[in-house]
Protein backbone atom coordinates (compact mmCIF):
# COMPACT_ATOMS: atom_id res chain seq x y z
CA UNK A 1 0.00 0.00 0.00
CA UNK A 2 1.24 3.36 -0.98
CA UNK A 3 1.06 6.13 1.89
CA UNK A 4 2.92 8.92 0.58
CA UNK A 5 -0.23 10.65 -1.39
CA UNK A 6 -1.90 10.64 2.36
CA UNK A 7 1.08 11.51 4.58
CA UNK A 8 2.11 14.06 1.97
CA UNK A 9 -1.75 15.59 1.92
CA UNK A 10 -2.06 15.32 5.98
CA UNK A 11 1.42 16.99 6.24
CA UNK A 12 0.60 19.57 4.52
CA UNK A 13 -2.90 20.64 6.43
CA UNK A 14 -1.83 20.44 9.60
CA UNK A 15 0.45 19.02 12.48
CA UNK A 16 -1.21 16.34 14.69
CA UNK A 17 -0.27 14.47 17.87
CA UNK A 18 -0.84 11.47 15.92
CA UNK A 19 1.12 10.19 12.90
CA UNK A 20 -1.53 9.88 9.89
CA UNK A 21 0.18 5.80 9.88
CA UNK A 22 -0.90 5.33 13.35
CA UNK A 23 -4.21 6.57 12.75
CA UNK A 24 -4.82 4.57 9.54
CA UNK A 25 -3.69 1.13 11.55
CA UNK A 26 -5.94 1.64 14.14
CA UNK A 27 -9.05 2.67 11.56
CA UNK A 28 -7.95 -0.06 9.18
CA UNK A 29 -7.67 -2.68 12.10
CA UNK A 30 -11.43 -1.42 13.44
CA UNK A 31 -13.03 -1.48 10.13
CA UNK A 32 -11.73 -5.02 9.77
CA UNK A 33 -13.62 -5.74 12.73
CA UNK A 34 -16.83 -4.47 11.41
CA UNK A 35 -16.48 -0.87 13.34
CA UNK A 36 -17.15 1.99 11.79
CA UNK A 37 -18.07 4.50 14.00
CA UNK A 38 -15.26 6.93 15.90
CA UNK A 39 -16.75 6.84 19.30
CA UNK A 40 -16.82 2.95 18.98
CA UNK A 41 -13.17 3.11 17.57
CA UNK A 42 -12.17 5.17 21.29
CA UNK A 43 -13.55 2.41 23.02
CA UNK A 44 -12.25 -0.60 21.25
CA UNK A 45 -9.04 1.34 22.33
CA UNK A 46 -9.95 0.92 26.05
CA UNK A 47 -11.13 -2.77 25.85
CA UNK A 48 -9.76 -4.26 23.08
CA UNK A 49 -6.43 -5.97 23.65
CA UNK A 50 -5.38 -6.49 20.15
CA UNK A 51 -6.56 -3.08 19.33
CA UNK A 52 -4.34 -2.06 22.77
CA UNK A 53 -1.43 -3.85 21.36
CA UNK A 54 -1.54 -2.24 17.94
CA UNK A 55 -1.65 1.27 19.05
CA UNK A 56 1.07 0.76 22.10
CA UNK A 57 -2.03 1.77 24.25
CA UNK A 58 -2.09 5.22 22.94
CA UNK A 59 -5.82 6.67 23.14
CA UNK A 60 -6.77 9.00 20.54
CA UNK A 61 -10.04 10.67 20.97
CA UNK A 62 -12.94 10.09 18.50
CA UNK A 63 -12.75 13.34 17.32
CA UNK A 64 -9.12 13.04 16.22
CA UNK A 65 -9.72 9.71 14.31
CA UNK A 66 -13.09 11.58 12.77
CA UNK A 67 -11.26 14.53 12.18
CA UNK A 68 -8.31 12.02 10.11
CA UNK A 69 -10.90 10.19 7.74
CA UNK A 70 -12.69 13.48 6.75
CA UNK A 71 -8.74 14.67 5.68
CA UNK A 72 -8.35 11.94 3.56
CA UNK A 73 -11.23 12.58 1.64
CA UNK A 74 -10.39 15.73 0.87
Partial sequence: MR???????????????YHPKFLLKA?????????FSGRKIEKMMQENLAMQWLTGQTL???????????????
Fill in 27 to 35: RLFAYSEGI
Fill in 60 to 74: VSYRALNRFRVSEKN
Fill in 3 to 17: LQGILFVYASKRSTA
